[in-house]
């Protein structure tokens, strides 16, 4: 599967048309051959992948947010960052004819050139200063190329110019009945002549145009008639090179088997409203809450251990809490021997008498190499200490009872983690409390994810804890007292924080930012939740708990739908 010269000038278009003047304000290493951008423009976020797959190069617009697939930044991305970030988008153009795709940015330190080469086997995502190659994904050296070296610090040469093919827009009806008659041999396919032909047209291209012609994808040139032949060409090619594009997904039995900007008949169609959307459905999501399935099952894994054993431990302690007959059974047997230790005689191995004039007689076990007093001693120590345990199991229990509702949280840092650091964050929380099992992991590459900073229409800053360290930030180090403090109620989740720069904070407002908390919160399915929400002066961290633990007085409850972020911008 690859990308035909017009659905890369489709991609050309649609870009200039999104995101040429928007800021890069994000690079992204969505895995080892693909790189992100996330670009702002015309008051809204873009997400640009920029991928060489060698099996399907492309570039398109993603639907949703990218999330980092790399435990640790490619070189490529790592020069992103430091030279793109930041940066403006100047231009998106493709050399004429070529199935490549340059991405003009002005950064902080000049201007520098992305260029995607959208070739299957040969894909390549590049970035250039002045013509020279800073890095590549795809590093080609002389063993692999001798004419065109992509390497750092080489000058770039682009592939080989097209030479000897005949421009679509002049083709005549002469010109193909020449093709046909000029072929090889007259078993070879329409759809293998046409592409050495003709500018611009890939075997999807020719097989189309054949099937219009013949009625057979894989016809011959012995099959196909000059005339019938040119004018299915024109039928295809004059909307394409009119820029008239009709972007789709071509499918096999329902299942996806090519990207197209024209219709195609010779397969199942269905129409996209973008190319960026065809290609999008046909990959499948980079993004999304599945993206790092298979980094957080470990994690999951460690985490239900973790709670299994708390919850068998808190059930333990209750038991004992409600079981206190054997603690005054130790008392009272100690007493008893006191007040019967003259009737008892020498080596005798149990006493029974009653502690109650009412109740049952008690037996107890007596040592018969000791006293009797000495017994009695031995039954009063047992007593202080099972008491002393008794009256620690409430504290125990409450302490029980609070790391499993940290764990609740850490389970919904990661349910909602969208990248890598966020699930490294819960990584290294389990393994300093004790419940990671196996090799310690080292922390991953990357740096911290600090919280998320939204400024509101009217130029409030709101900041978002999107885990627990997260919300410690947030609430313990970056809020003020008279900050508004919001929280899904009774379930594990994110804090809000609305700055209070003076003004009056609307309604409106609070119950957006009420929206953004639930989201960030274990109910982000539910149609309806419950937010708190309070001044941070009466938020309060728990005492030996996990960072971002709090209690809350004072509050306020609004029932909100889940949104996300977009809701405040």
Excluded at 172 to 196: C, F, S, V, Y
Excluded at 264 to 291: F, K
Excluded at 365 to 388: H, I
Excluded at 510 to 521: G, L, R
């Amino acid at each position: 599967m690859s990308l035909d010269t017009f659905a890369i000038s489709a991609l050309a278009d649609e870009l200039s048309d999104k995101i040429i003047g928007g800021r890069v304000q994000d690079t992204i290493d969505v895995d080892e051959i693909c790189i992100g951008l996330e670009v702002y423009a015309a008051g809204r976020r873009h997400y640009l992948v920029l991928c060489a797959d060698a099996s399907f190069p492309r570039v398109y617009l993603a639907e949703a947010k990218l999330r980092r697939g790399t435990a640790q930044p490619t070189q490529l991305g790592l020069l992103f960052r430091r030279y793109i970030e930041g940066g403006i988008v100047t231009a998106v153009t493709q050399p004429p004819w070529e199935r490549l795709l340059h991405i003009d940015v002005e950064g902080r330190d000049g201007r520098l050139q992305i260029i995607a080469e959208l070739m299957p086997r040969r894909a390549n995502v590049l970035l250039l200063r002045d013509g020279i190659i800073l890095d590549c994904l795809n590093r080609v050296g002389p063993d692999d190329n001798r004419y065109r070296l992509s390497l750092p610090n080489h000058k770039y040469l682009p592939p080989p110019p097209i030479r000897d093919q005949l421009h679509p827009a002049s083709l005549t009806a002469l010109d193909m009945e020449r093709l046909l008659h000029n072929a090889e041999k007259p078993t070879i396919q329409i759809r293998r002549l046409l592409p050495g032909s003709i500018l611009g047209l890939s075997p999807l291209l020719a097989k189309e145009i054949a099937f219009r012609a013949v009625g057979d994808a894989r016809a011959k040139v012995a099959d196909a008639d000059g005339a019938a032949l040119y004018e299915s060409f024109r039928e295809l090619v004059t909307p394409l090179l009119q820029r008239e594009w009709q972007p789709g997904i071509g499918s096999i039995d329902s299942v996806a088997a090519e990207v197209s900007v024209f219709p195609l008949r010779h397969m199942q169609w269905g129409a996209c409203s973008s190319i960026s959307g065809a290609i999008s459905r046909y990959v499948g999501a980079l993004s999304g809450p599945d993206a790092y399935r298979a980094a957080k099952q470990p994690v999951q894994a460690a985490l239900d251990e973790a709670k299994a054993k708390l919850l068998a431990k808190a059930a333990s302690l209750e038991r004992n809490l409600k079981d206190d007959c054997d603690l005054e059974l130790l008392r009272q047997s100690g007493e008893l021997i006191l007040a019967y230790q003259y009737a008892i005689q020498a080596h005798q191995t149990e006493l029974s008498a009653q502690y109650d004039l009412d109740g049952p007689a008690l037996v107890i076990r007596l040592n018969p190499d000791r006293s009797p007093l000495s017994n009695a001693q031995n039954y009063f120590r047992r007593y202080e200490k099972a008491k002393s345990a008794a009256d620690a199991l409430p504290a125990l229990i409450d302490e029980t009872r609070l790391e499993m509702s940290f764990l609740e949280q850490l389970e919904s840092d990661l349910q909602t983690a969208a990248n890598w650091p966020e699930i490294d964050d819960v990584i290294q929380i389990l393994q300093a409390r004790g419940h990671w099992r196996g090799k310690q992991v080292r922390r991953m590459g990357g740096g911290r994810q600090g919280p998320l900073r939204v400024v509101s229409r009217d130029g409030y800053i709101i900041w978002v804890g999107r885990n627990s360290r997260q919300n410690e930030a947030v609430t313990f180090k970056r809020a003020n007292p008279q900050d508004i403090w919001l929280h899904a109620r009774q379930v594990p989740g994110a804090h809000v924080i609305i700055r209070n720069d003076g003004r009056r904070i609307k309604d409106e407002l609070i119950a957006e930012a009420a929206a953004v908390a639930a989201w960030y919160s274990k109910r982000r399915g539910d149609s309806s939740v419950q937010v708190d929400y309070t001044r941070v002066k009466y938020v309060k961290a728990i005492r030996g708990a996990g960072p971002g633990m709090a209690t809350y007085r004072n509050e306020s409850t609004l029932s909100v739908r889940p949104q996300d972020e977009s809701i405040l911008a």
